[in-house]
């Protein structure tokens, strides 16, 4: 057997599965496919260390695989400690030749310790997701952040603590957000977060949707998604927001909108997606009905207040996979999803293929483009360059066999131009 990469994962046996499931993911991401096509005659990153710090999931194997591919030498460790697919990373080790520092339901330290490793590998390229990666790296091992040449951030959550950085002059070299770009965060947030934290909710409680009262805390891009999916499949759906702009929407899109005080007694399931802190707490516990379904899908799992829950209850126990159900003083009953961590990529398994086959195809031309600009771009936050997510968009409307129409001279020169009215 050849010698294998440098690893900690749980059981390389899993190793077959992985595969065979890395190629199913495959088939739904000709976008990413026809990048590595290119990207192995063309060797764009050649010479760079990447430390990848992302969910590990099949799709996320894909985009390892086409980095791989483009010359780089490549490290991958986990995002959240509950969304790595043991029989993925495995995979990766074993079939692939990828060093991969991951274990499912690893706790903080072995999380940490496994983000400390692909540092020592001295990256010259970060790409995260939630900023953990970056934030590690900035405040314990600042000596490093010189030989980086550039990063890319995946999500919401990550954007927001890099901005800060940014103003707080903290960043010390350009990192390319791109949840920002139209093809991330209208697809992926949206139809990929929709989809599977619905997928999330039912694999842990084999819940029937239709009739139910779902209440989801925030309607941006991914509460938008999870809505929508909830109506669809025959929930009434409450949203709770802080933004007056945003509840009007929820608003004329037909949904309830009512402060979460409101909310909590009438909700049957709650889903927060807000990538705030506390927005399910002991006064919203205290008013809910008996058999309460709760989880989050929101990046980190602090939207719950998971302590507060604890305290209120006299026992706390599985009665499903990945579905813990809390008895409060007064015997009601609360249950909680994936640790209050994202459901989706907990309890399911994250965003399906065709969608990340988006973000993934914009996360590898985002390195290759900051690989080749490198030496004009300083410490800021950068957007995905347009015409580069418009090329995403282009290839998946080939992909699945759609074309559009294109303007023609008159009409160029009609939107150019001022002098032609009544
Ligand atoms: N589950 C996933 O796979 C996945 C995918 C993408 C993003 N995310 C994460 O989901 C979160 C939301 O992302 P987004 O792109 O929808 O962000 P967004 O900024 O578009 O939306 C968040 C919304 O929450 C609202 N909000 C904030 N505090 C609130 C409160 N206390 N009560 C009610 N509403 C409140 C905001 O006004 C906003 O409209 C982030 O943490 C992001 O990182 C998760």
């Known amino acids: 057997m050849p010698e294998l990469v440098s690893h900690d994962v749980a059981d390389l046996s899993l190793a077959a599965t992985g595969r065979a499931r890395i190629e199913w993911a495959e088939r739904s991401m000709p976008v990413l496919r026809a990048i590595r096509e290119r990207f192995l005659a063309e060797q764009p990153l050649a010479g760079q260390r ?15 695989r086409t980095l791989a591919a483009a010359g780089a ?3 991958l460790v986990a995002s959240n400690p509950l969304s790595t697919q043991d029989d993925t990373a ?7 030749g990828i060093s991969t520092f991951a274990v499912r339901a ?3 330290e072995t999380y940490y310790r496994h983000i400390d490793t692909a540092l020592d590998a001295q990256p010259t390229i970060t790409m995260d997701d939630g900023c953990d990666l970056v934030n590690r790296l900035l405040s314990q091992r600042p000596e490093q952040a010189g030989s980086v040449v550039a990063g890319t951030e995946e999500t919401t959550t990550g954007v927001i603590r890099l901005r800060a950085m940014e103003r707080d002059g903290a960043l010390r070299y350009p990192i390319v957000a791109v949840n920002d770009t139209p093809t991330k965060h209208l697809f992926d947030n949206r139809y990929g977060t929709g989809q599977s934290t619905l997928d999330g909710i039912i694999r842990s409680t084999n819940v029937l949707i239709a009739g139910k009262t779902m209440v989801v805390a925030g309607f941006g891009y991914c509460g938008r998604g999870v809505a929508s999916r909830a109506k669809g499949m025959g929930a009434q759906v409450v949203v709770t927001e802080v933004d007056p702009i945003r509840a009007l929407e929820a608003s004329m899109e037909g949904y309830e909108v009512l402060p979460m005080a409101e909310a909590a007694p009438v909700g049957d399931i709650f889903v927060t997606v807000t990538g705030n802190t506390s927005v399910l707490r002991r006064e919203h516990f205290e ?7 709760i989880c989050n899908s929101g990046h980190f799992d602090v939207e719950i207040d998971i302590l507060a829950l604890e305290k209120l209850s006299t026992t706390r126990r599985e009665v499903r996979a990945n ?5 409060l003083a007064d015997g009601r009953r609360i249950v909680l999803l994936a640790e209050g ?14 969608v990340m086959d988006m973000s993934f195809a914009d996360q590898s031309l985002a390195v290759e483009w900051l690989v080749a600009n490198a030496d004009q771009l300083t410490a800021k936050v ?36 001022y002098d032609i009215g009544t």
Do not use: W
């Open 90 to 96: 495995a995979a990766l080790v074993a079939e692939y």
């Open 50 to 64: 990447i430390a990848a710090c992302l969910h590990v999931t099949t799709e996320t194997a894909n985009l390892m």
């Open 382 to 417: 950068y957007d995905v360059p347009t015409d580069l997510d418009a090329d995403v968009a282009r290839l998946k409307l080939a992909s699945m066999g759609r074309s559009i129409d294109t303007l023609t001279p008159e009409q160029q020169h009609y939107l150019a131009s």
């Open 323 to 327: 579905a813990e159900e809390f008895e």
């Open 106 to 108: 690893e706790d903080n």
């Open 287 to 293: 008013a809910m009905r008996d058999g309460a379904i």
């Open 73 to 75: 030498e490549v490290t």
């Open 341 to 354: 961590r994202l459901v989706n990529l907990g309890a399911a398994e994250g965003h399906p293929a065709a």
